[in-house]
């Protein structure tokens, strides 16, 4: 059965007292049962992004303590930032990772909501999946005006929170609101191009991108664009839904890229997005040479990949997880620019336990699984290797 896991980011507004994030980090941790996948604090922004996984329980359970720290050591009345903000704890999404649906993360994130707003104190608007309306969706809805705004906000009708809509006070004033929710896994992707061009890097950027590129008033980019009766911009769409792109050139390879966030990894899974981005880099006269993925993947991402890219090879997918997850890596080319290793860059294999994988360790099934992968090598004699049986 499939380990049911999901994974926790949420955005403190404190990104310069190395104290209070410690601690914040620490209660986080300390409720046991998740484990600690990044901690990046910003100065500037004077916010900090904490990345936790593990069963829900956990993870619920972890997220609240972490609200409630956050909540005991942030008084949003003395802070700034150039992020926008509305809270001590500005933003915590749940993110389904494996054995667990969207549907289900939403219904934790509005129990967890409701919690933080009634045991705490602390007023909560649910957004995106959990959203109980259809306008809240949007982050930006809920964090109209941003915690400055939010006195006026907070007993208003068609204005305020969720959960603990009650005329602002003090505790109100020290920790502002938590805009709670739940959305699909983020997948960050540079695609690899042969050509230092970030003209030709944006064109297939814009070529791609759910929001597309303005229309023109003729075919010169320079042109000017057309405008709809309400002077706003008309744009044409580009081709892959849920996606976010543009081009942009790095030194540290010497190569053009389109940069891309999926938003949306059910409707434009990884292998879509890599295969829509040749089809359009070729029709420019230019080459996807590899893959570049930015932070962690979930397992049925690169999995689902394999598999595509096996069918269209007419090949069978009846083969081990770790061989199909080959041969995603080397259809996509992810390990064009570094070696890609699953146990930093997939989540679910950062959070299993650290071990061998000697033939003589495996199950009967296991050993299946491995040696019908691929042939077994010269150097290896079948009759040299051993498996130990363990009864059903």
Request: glycine letters at 8%.
């Amino acid at each position: 059965m499939m380990e049911r896991l999901i994974e926790c980011v949420p955005n403190f507004s404190e990104g310069r007292d190395k104290e209070k994030i410690n601690r914040i980090v620490e209660a986080i941790t300390e409720a046991g049962g998740v484990k600690l996948l990044d901690v990046d604090p910003g100065e500037a922004t004077n916010r900090t992004v904490v990345t936790f996984v593990g069963p829900p329980e956990a993870v619920v359970e972890a997220a609240f303590r972490g609200v409630k720290r956050a909540s005991e050591l942030i008084d949003m009345r003395h802070h700034s930032g150039a992020h926008p903000r509305i809270g001590a704890t500005d933003v915590l999404p749940l993110i389904p990772v494996s054995g667990v649906t969207l549907e289900e993360c939403a219904e934790m994130a509005r129990r967890l909501a409701e919690r933080i707003a009634t045991e705490l104190r602390v007023p909560t608007y649910c957004y995106e999946a959990a959203a109980f309306r259809p306008e809240r969706k949007n982050l930006a809805v809920c964090r109209k005006g941003e915690y400055e705004a939010f006195a006026e906000r907070a007993d208003k009708d068609g204005e305020a929170p969720d959960f603990g809509r009650r005329p602002f006070d003090e505790d109100m004033a020290r920790s502002g609101a938590t805009v709670v929710g739940a959305r699909d896994f983020l997948i960050a992707v540079n695609f690899n191009l042969n050509t230092t061009s970030t003209r030709r890097a944006n064109a297939i950027a814009f070529d791609v991108r759910e929001k597309g590129r303005p229309m023109r008033q003729g075919p010169s980019v320079t042109d000017k664009p057309v405008l709809d009766e309400n002077g706003k911009q008309v744009m044409v769409p580009g081709t892959l839904k849920g996606t976010k792109a543009i081009g942009w050139f790095i030194d540290e390879y010497g190569i053009a890229q389109v940069s891309m966030n999926i938003t949306d990894i059910a409707t434009t899974p990884l292998h879509v997005a890599f295969d829509e981005v040749c089809r359009a880099a070729a029709a420019r006269g230019v080459r996807v040479t590899g893959t570049e993925i930015v932070g962690l993947v979930p397992r049925r991402t690169l999995i689902d990949a394999g598999k595509y890219f096996l069918r269209k090879q007419e090949r069978s997918v009846g083969i081990s997880d770790d061989e199909i997850i080959r041969i995603a890596v080397k259809s996509m080319g992810l390990d064009e620019l570094k070696p890609f290793v699953t146990a930093e860059k997939v989540i679910e294999d950062m959070v299993a336990p650290q071990g061998g994988n000697r033939l003589i360790d495996m199950t009967c099934k296991g050993f299946a699984l491995e040696t019908a992968s691929r042939p077994l090598r010269a150097a290896v004699p079948f009759r040299r290797i051993w498996v130990r049986w363990q009864p059903p």
